[in-house]
């Protein structure tokens, strides 16, 4: 968890000190309802419906899409024009292959392993696999601004996430998320127990979904390369048809995840809160990243202190979490020295002039 959220440092593409502000601000929300050990109530004011604590999708949907759709009315209002241009060159070339395929294969491996994690998921992997490549590439200040490095690494690794969860639940019976645990649920509604013995008793499930995997991104392929010519063309939709459309979508799915209006509520206030951050220039990723990861760091930390009776040396005593914390460490070092070596090359200059 503390190596997921020094990756904040690489997400950043202004100001680190505005990154960490939003880190801080997503652990703080994310703390929001029952104290897991005690039950207590935590930064509720007195309302129920935070009890449960706020939803990653009216959160997300509201910090990126309602805020976006708030930016661009207010660039309309003030007389922007849309750019009438030919739309080409959908199908990648060979220099876009070229600058993709190794985040691609970083993105694959990445993900594929934090996929197999508990807790990480595709949100995690994408997030870290951007923060690579970011710090990997030759040019970082082109991220953020359609390299498609951005775009092929952190899709690789949301996909290898996805499918890498498959592993501990088909070959253990333990679901790494929520969705591999609904899964579970269904399997074992139907007689179907996920574990050691699910290949030898029932060989069609695990080879259907292996086979389901495969024919899942054909389709994908056979679906999507023919028609992005169709997809295309929603950019051409005038902002007055499209911005009431994308509220809509918002709305009806932050309302339909737990049928509550207090959800909708919840996306519209951070999607003011969102629409501030871009005009100040916060930027939303690690405030995202640090709203995932705080709920799971919290409970580890609480984990491994009980274990360890309020010891912090159990960090370092194992193997695991001593690579984990020096790697950390040394992630932070390498993020300073710049900053340190910039300072130096100052002093000289100023003392010449």
Not at 62 to 85: C, D, H, P, R, Y
């Amino acid at each position: 968890m503390c190596l997921g959220l020094t990756i904040l440092i690489y997400l950043a593409s202004g100001s680190i000190i505005r990154a960490i502000s939003m880190a801080a601000f997503g652990v703080m929300i994310g703390c929001i309802g029952q104290d897991p050990e005690t039950g207590s109530s935590r930064f509720v004011f007195g309302i129920p419906d935070l009890l449960d604590g706020i939803g990653l999708a009216p959160f997300v949907m509201g910090l990126f899409g309602i805020s976006e759709v708030f930016t661009n009315i207010e660039q309309s209002l003030k007389g922007s024009k849309i750019l009438e241009t030919k739309i080409k060159g959908l199908l990648p070339n060979w220099q876009d292959w070229k600058e993709s395929i190794k985040p691609i294969l970083r993105g694959s491996v990445l993900g594929f392993f934090l996929g197999i994690l508990p807790g990480g998921g595709a949100v995690i992997s994408s997030f870290a696999s951007y923060a690579i490549e970011k710090k990997a590439s030759k040019h970082p200040e082109k991220f953020g601004k359609g390299a498609i490095e951005g775009v092929a690494g952190p899709e690789a690794a949301n996909n290898a996430a996805s499918e890498g969860a498959f592993v501990p639940l088909l070959t253990l019976g333990i679901p790494p998320n929520v969705v591999m645990a609904l899964l579970l649920g269904a399997l074992m509604i139907h007689g179907v127990t996920p574990g050691p013995l699910l290949i030898p008793k029932h060989p069609e499930i695990f080879w259907g979904v292996i086979a389901s995997m495969y024919l899942g991104n054909a389709m994908l392929l056979v679906l999507n390369l023919p028609l992005i010519g169709i997809w295309v063309q929603v950019l051409k939709v005038p902002y007055k048809v499209l911005f009431p459309l994308i509220l809509l979508f918002c709305l009806i799915g932050a309302y339909s995840i737990n049928n509550s209006t207090f959800d909708v509520a919840i996306m519209m206030v951070f999607g003011v809160v969102g629409y501030l951050m871009r005009k100040y220039k916060y930027e939303g990723a690690p405030m995202v990243l640090a709203f995932v990861l705080g709920p799971m760091l919290e409970n580890s930390l609480r984990q491994s202190l009980l274990l360890s009776d309020g010891s912090f040396l159990i960090f370092f005593t194992r193997p695991i979490a001593a690579g984990g914390m020096i790697i950390t460490l040394l992630m932070l070092i390498s993020s300073i020295i710049p900053a340190f070596r910039k300072r130096r090359e100052e002093i000289p200059i100023e003392e010449t002039t």
